[in-house]
């Protein structure tokens, strides 16, 4: 193991420590958000392979993740699976499916394939999850209902042991995060970043588009479809709503808004997608120096365009990529003023 490993290892577990515990004081509408901002997190985090690691676009993100929910509750209510079996077979169906919207991506590139990945979120969100000829899939107009599960030892549910799944979807989201990290190291993504820069010289320099272009679409909808998977356990049910086309749109705005070359920024714009418009329901209404006000969900949509607006002009690497510059040039010029110390003594 070398030493950046082990750090990143260190990291991940420090940030697991920290992280498990934040939301231990507070309410559990607050613990559902938490939950709610992995699962999303997840979403960005598909994001940072697909379009920032290999530079495909795609607008059905969302997508995946809801295939992964619906194959999960599928798994448990109607084949009596252990939420584990689920799980895996949700991450299967939502790969699958991530390989055939791929092979478009062989051919088109650009705003030509992003139509292409948005036509297969909108034939989802209207006719799949919402058909009758697909009951057999999304349990009907209800949905699939999870009342309870055991994961890891621990009991998880809606109401009570939602800090099971938090805990279980944090560990979970830490160690595909990990993965990722290296995954940019190694020398598969050396050929996915050479297809990002230059697929014409990335065929010259012998990388196989077909393949790694398909294990990227296929492996960036496991991801989605893993934080989908645990959907129907931490809100009780599983309806369309989540995952048609308008979230698919706010994965890519805050993937780009938060940096989508950066593992990080995804739990970054995690939290930012699932607590803010939840602080905006509870606090946004009031009376302020004698004046009522209320400030509605919608504002939410707003701040996400404008913010993006603002981004691409003043921080075109994001949020994330801005913070982690200023930080290595604070650490550069403390090691050179540490440097000249130690040379005028």
């Known amino acids: 193991m ?28 607050f613990k559902f958000d938490a939950a709610l901002a992995v699962i999303w997190a997840f979403g960005l985090l598909s994001l940072v392979l697909l379009t920032g690691y290999v530079g495909q676009i795609s607008l059905c993100q969302a997508t995946f993740a809801g295939v992964g929910a619906y194959g999960a509750g599928m798994m448990v209510s109607s084949l009596h699976a252990d939420y584990a079996v689920a799980v895996i077979a949700g991450v299967a169906a939502a790969f699958v499916l991530g390989v055939l919207v791929g092979l478009p991506a062989l051919r088109l ?13 909108l034939v989802f969100e209207r006719y799949v999850f919402q058909d009758h000829a697909f009951e057999w899939f999304t349990g009907g107009s209800g949905g699939w209902r999870i009342d309870h599960a055991t994961l890891f030892g621990l009991q998880m549910d809606s109401s009570t042991h939602l800090m099971g799944a938090y805990v279980v979807l944090l560990g979970l989201f830490l160690a595909v995060a990990l993965l990722m990290v290296n995954l940019h190291d190694s020398g598969a993504g050396r050929r996915f970043r050479a297809i990002r820069d230059s697929e014409v010289a990335a065929t010259t320099m012998g990388v196989n588009l077909t393949r790694y272009k398909l294990l990227a ?15 129907p356990l931490v809100a ?5 709503q989540p995952f048609w086309l308008f979230t698919s749109l706010q994965f890519a705005a805050i993937a780009v808004l938060m940096g989508v070359r950066y593992v990080p920024a995804a739990a970054l714009g995690g939290v930012f997608m699932a607590v803010v418009p939840d602080v905006l329901t509870r606090f946004g209404h009031g009376t302020f120096m004698g004046h009522a006000y209320e400030i ?3 504002w939410f949509q707003i701040a996400v365009g404008v913010l993006l607006i603002v981004q691409l002009i003043v921080l075109p690497d994001g949020v994330w990529g801005d913070l982690r510059s200023r930080a290595a040039r604070i650490w550069s010029a403390a090691a050179f003023l540490g440097a000249r110390r130690v040379k005028v003594a």
Request: hydrophobic share 60%; net charge positive.
């Open 2 to 29: 070398t030493s950046r490993l082990a750090f990143r290892i260190l990291l991940a577990l420090v940030a697991f420590a920290v992280l498990a515990r934040i939301p231990v004081g507070f309410d559990v509408g």
């Open 109 to 121: 590139r650009g705003i030509t394939l992003a139509i292409v990945t948005l036509g297969i979120a």
């Open 217 to 231: 679409f296929g492996m960036s909808a496991a991801i989605a479809g893993l934080g989908g998977a645990f959907y």
């Open 236 to 240: 009780g049910s599983v309806s369309p």
């Open 296 to 298: 509605s969900y919608d």
